[in-house]
């Protein structure tokens, strides 16, 4: 059964342009999804959509066959859905474990540590990791925050290929042994061919390949 | 993570955001602060004054044509007499006294009496006629009197006339002495009519007359002698007894005007027989350079105010453009923006709970010494009024009384108290150090402090997050990359 549900889905920017027309797609925990698509084919919008942080003009999103709206999208961003980002998106003020703990419904030490990062790393101000292990932190803080989906925009886009693996091999190990719904966008076919499911969106239109 | 924790955290990590904060704060506050007390303090002279001053209003026989009551009589020597059939009585006074906001009275009559005694001849030559004449002092209770009261004598035998004595009178010791008197003797006094009174006590005289001044029989502090009210009414006969005048003391001068038309509205008094005089020019005039003051302070505390708040204001938007991202990342995390204002609001608020305290220093050392300037610009715009404060100033510092009365009439018994408390009075530029206006900075300075900035913090927290907050989260997340 799916975890997550697009229905119908139009969306277009206030200049009127048209970037999504009629989405339809179902996503299920467990899984890795893929999302692919030339440049400006609108997969930010489709998952800036998804993670609640914007309203579709038209269509629903049901979360567990719930549209989202009926609880608020504060409610569902903070309980249902992480997004990771392609700039990390961390505070730049907090080492570590406090940007992990933003937002933590569990213990988030032996989380980071599972993801590489040492006892030293930890409480060093964010800014000074690397960009690998800032991702690490990110996608940390989504594992920390315990929400069934986890949406990332090109998280390896500013990664080297050897780390842009490693971070895919842990959203895939996040979706397959701890039941996550994992949602990457990326460019690459490489790193899409790692997921269960591939998807691509074209001409405003998503469809399985 | 909570709201709190967050702002500790930014607190604590953008050290150099939040000293500047600091000092802009520390400044707002001492400002304000400054204000605040100068206000205060003015406020408190305003009062200490009012209550230095007092104020106080007379009631007096009309013995004039208006007055139904006059009456004229002339005798077999042609001299002429008025009087009223309505004099001020104890009755008149006590319904005068239910009045609020009166303090206190004083009520005496002396009236010319020859004694069955031998009294000190005065060294002043008068006719022969008044020479045996003394005064007669009546009086409701000999303890309010200006003798007493200002310890020119102190009874030393016996006991205080008061309202229900009758047939009573207290002599000098040196008048008992000379005439072989003791407590309980009678003397007998002669005015139209003839009154006998028992002496209930003696005193002794502890300011005696200035040794080489020419000083008339009647005036000589020997030969004072205090009746009760009955005895007076004894010796006048048919006449009704009464004051010829009473002098009502109130607290505070600025009501002055209200009190007397509330007494004048008294159904149980004719008033067609009596006047009602007052004088509160002083108190205005001495008022008048504080009331400046103030309203320059506060109109200063308005301006800073509101300079403050959009000075506040413009710092934090500009910060707050460089935290949109911040904002972002937390929108995206599902951080309500309730708390994420929370934050912003608790991050200032912290560091002015500091700045505020700290305002208590740098504002005490800033307040004196402008509050003197600022008095002293103020008052000496006014030559006449800087010298009625400082002469004002000079009376209370000698606990002499400074309320304006006429010479006959002495202040009663709680205002030679007040005197002697020591109550500060604004120097007006040409005084000492000691005179100056004393301000410090109060606890109750201090929360107003807490209340206006809060409020300013509040405003400016409230402006510089609008335009981010009216933002969606994907808007701000794209404008940020
Ligand atoms: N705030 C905006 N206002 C107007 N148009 C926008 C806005 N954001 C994006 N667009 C337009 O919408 C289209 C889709 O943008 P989007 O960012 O979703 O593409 P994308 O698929 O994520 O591209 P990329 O792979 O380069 O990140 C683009 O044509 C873009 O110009
Ligand atoms: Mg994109």
């Excluded at chain 2, 009045?99 to 005065?122: C, R």
Aim: some cysteine.
């Amino acid at each position: 059964m799916s975890i997550l549900e697009v229905k119908e889905i139009l969306y277009a920017y206030k200049n009127g342009k048209s970037i999504l027309s009629n989405i339809n797609a179902e996503f299920e925990a467990g899984k890795m999804y893929a999302i692919l698509g030339a440049s400006g084919s609108g997969k930010t919008t489709l998952l800036s959509l998804i993670g609640g942080l914007d309203v579709p003009k038209k269509g629903e999103i049901l979360f567990e066959q719930e549209n989202i709206l009926q609880r608020g999208l504060e409610y569902y961003r903070c309980n249902h859905v992480s997004l990771i980002f392609q700039s990390y998106n961390l505070i730049d003020y907090m080492t570590p474990i406090e940007n992990a703990e933003l937002t933590a419904k569990k213990d988030v030490l032996p989380i980071l540590e599972r993801l590489g990062l040492t006892c030293e790393e930890v409480k060093r101000n964010v800014m000074k990791l690397s960009g690998g292990q800032q991702q690490r932190v990110a996608i940390a803080r989504a594992l920390s925050a315990d929400t069934p989906i986890i949406l990332a925009d090109e998280p390896t886009g500013n990664l080297d290929e050897d780390t842009a693996v490693s971070i895919i091999n842990i959203l895939k190990e996040s979706a397959h042994k701890l039941n996550k719904c994992v949602i990457v966008v990326t460019h690459s076919n490489e790193l899409a061919a790692q997921a269960d499911i591939v998807l691509k969106l074209e001409r405003g239109n998503l469809h399985t390949i | 993570m909570g709201t709190i924790k967050r702002a500790y955290l930014y607190v604590t990590r953008k050290k150099g955001k939040s000293i500047l904060l600091f000092f802009i704060l520390l400044l707002m506050a001492t400002f304000v602060l400054t204000g605040l007390s100068i206000a205060k303090s003015s406020q408190e002279e305003q009062r200490n004054l009012r209550e230095v001053l007092g104020g106080e209003f007379q009631i007096v026989t009309d013995l004039s044509d208006n007055n139904p009551y006059a009456k004229k009589t002339v005798d077999s020597e042609g001299s002429v007499e008025l009087y009223t059939e309505y004099p001020i009585t104890q009755k008149v006074i006590d319904n005068v006294m239910t009045i609020d906001g009166i303090k206190s009275y004083n009520a005496e009559t002396h009236t010319f009496v020859s004694v069955n005694l031998d009294v000190f001849p005065g060294n002043v030559p008068i006719k022969a006629e008044y020479n045996n004449l003394i005064y007669a002092w009546s009086v409701i209770d000999t303890q309010t009197t200006n003798f007493f009261q200002s310890e020119k004598f102190k009874l030393v035998e016996g006991e205080h006339i008061t309202e229900n004595k009758s047939n009573a009178a207290i002599i000098s010791n040196a008048l008992a002495e000379k005439n072989g008197l003791k407590l309980g003797d009678t003397i007998s006094i002669q005015s139209d009519s003839t009154a006998t009174a028992k002496i209930i006590g003696i005193y002794e005289i502890l300011k005696p007359d200035p040794l080489y001044e020419n000083i008339v029989t009647y005036e000589k502090a020997e030969n004072q002698i205090f009746i009760d009210f009955q005895t007076l009414q004894n010796l006048f006969g048919n006449i009704p007894a009464g004051f010829g005048s009473v002098t009502f003391d109130v607290s505070d001068p600025a009501q002055l005007d209200n009190i007397i038309s509330n007494v004048k509205k008294l159904s149980t008094i004719d008033w067609r027989a009596f006047e009602v005089t007052t004088n509160n020019e002083t108190y205005l005039e001495a008022a008048a350079p504080l009331q400046k003051v103030q309203t320059l302070v506060i109109t200063m505390i308005i301006i800073i105010v509101f300079v403050s708040a959009i000075i506040l204001s413009l710092v934090l938007t500009m910060w707050g453009r460089s935290r949109i991202h911040e904002t972002g990342i937390f929108l995206s995390l599902g951080i309500a923006k309730v708390k994420i204002i929370g934050q912003y609001l608790t991050e200032v608020l912290m560091i002015a709970v500091f700045a505020f305290g700290f305002s208590y220093l740098t504002s005490n050392t800033v307040v004196n010494q402008l509050a003197n300037e600022l008095l002293q610009q103020t008052a000496s715009a006014s030559k006449e009024q800087t010298e009625i404060v400082t002469q004002i100033n000079g009376y209370s510092s000698d606990g002499i009384s400074i309320s304006v009365k006429d010479s006959s009439s002495l202040p009663d018994a709680s205002q030679q108290q007040k005197n002697n408390v020591d109550v500060e009075i604004p120097a007006v530029g040409t005084e000492t150090e000691e005179t100056q206006l004393h301000t410090t900075v109060s606890t109750c300075s201090i929360l107003q402090l807490y209340i206006i900035g809060i409020a300013i913090i509040i405003f400016s927290v409230g402006v510089s997050t609008l335009t981010i907050m009216r933002l969606k989260p994907r808007e701000i997340l794209s404008k940020m990359s």
